[in-house]
Each structure stands twice: as C-alpha cells, then as structure tokens.
C-alpha cells in the first residue's frame, strides 16, 4: 500500500502542536537518553519505537484507567492506548528531526464494535518513501516490530471482514481521535466514544 501525505510538503511532519509537543522539557529529555545511545536517525527511530513500545504500557493491557493525549503526558505517566502512544512516538521522531506522522488501521474488534487504531508512519534519511510501525506494545498474539522494509504491525488487515489500511498520513491527530482522547473523563468512557472509522 502506498501511504498518501495529507499534508503538502515535509516541514507539517515535522511540526510541534499541542497534541505532538516535542518541544516539551520532558519530550526532549526522552529524546535526548536516546539520542547519546544512536549514532544514526535509524538506529535513533529504532530505539525510539522500543522505546514507546516496551517501557509505554497501553493502557488497556495494564489497567491503568487515565486517558493522555499530550506526549509529554503520555511519556511522563507511561500510559496511553494505541492512538496516545503513535503521538509519543511521533513527537521523539520529530524531536529528531526525523519526518513522522500519524496513520490509521480500522479493525473489527469483536465483530460488532469496529474500532480504529493507530499507528506511525516515518521517514528516514535516504529514504524515498513513508514506512509503517505499530508502538501499541506486544503481550501474547502481537508481535509489532521495528522494520522499514517489511511490516510488522501488531494487525494484519482482514479485508473479508471489512477492515481497512488507510493510506492517509496525517501531521496532527484527526479531530476524530483527538476529541476522544480529550473528552474522556477515563478509560471506560473512552471505549464508548472511540472512532469506528475515519
């Protein structure tokens, strides 16, 4: 699949905003560990990812009930759902000056509540198109990992159930996602205002 930039041009990828505030003290101190151990943006994008994905607990996995939306939250509380953790991500790829935006897949979830999940897309020096990673976190059946070549995403889209890969690489959170994460008072109600497409 061939990702589609919503926005023209590559400075929006590489803007801070509310939601992505790499210019955060507590984004920058993250970037910044990471940075002493990487001696190259791939090496830097690959620690970063690992970074969100392994030490970032989603919160459905771990329990823990609040609801961040701000990198700076998210890194600092370690905690956030798919779509909180694809910000920090995106924000510690920015930080880096490494081109980074927000893509989407919409899955069946259980069958009657579709659900749409986030992911990153980045681009590295050197490289003439956007890849794909999934930081929601590995637990048992999910295994995403760091790959620019190959994807390895928590999901595989199952088209025969109506699930979808958008193309759509966006700068900023689609309002969609972004105004329930800031909505909800917890996770609980999070799960009843969640976007079922985009």
Not at 54 to 70: E, F, L, Q
Not at 168 to 193: H, K, S
Request: glycine share 6%.
């Amino acid at each position: 699949m061939q990702l589609i930039q919503q926005s023209p041009g590559i400075t929006p990828y590489l803007a801070a905003d509310e939601a992505i505030d790499h210019e955060h003290p507590r984004v920058r101190e993250v970037a910044a560990d990471l940075a002493h151990e990487a001696d190259d943006a791939y090496t830097y994008a690959r620690a970063a990812f690992t970074y969100v994905r392994d030490t970032v607990p989603h919160s459905a996995d771990s329990g823990d009930p609040r609801v961040t939306w701000r990198a700076s939250d998210v890194l600092a509380t370690r905690n956030g759902i798919c779509y909180a953790k694809s910000i920090a991500l995106t924000a510690l790829l920015r930080a880096h000056g490494i081109p980074a935006g927000l893509c989407y897949q919409r899955l069946a979830g259980d069958g009657a509540n579709p659900v749409v999940h986030g992911l990153v897309a980045l681009r590295l020096p050197g490289h003439d198109r956007w890849a794909r990673v999934d930081p929601r976190g590995n637990k048992p059946g999910i295994d995403a990992r760091f790959s620019l070549e190959e994807e390895r995403l928590a999901w595989t889209v199952r088209e025969h159930l109506g699930e979808v890969d958008y193309p759509a690489v966006y700068a900023a959170p689609p309002p969609e996602v972004l105004n329930a994460l800031r909505n909800a008072r917890d996770r609980t109600e999070l799960w009843q205002t969640l976007p079922t497409h985009l």
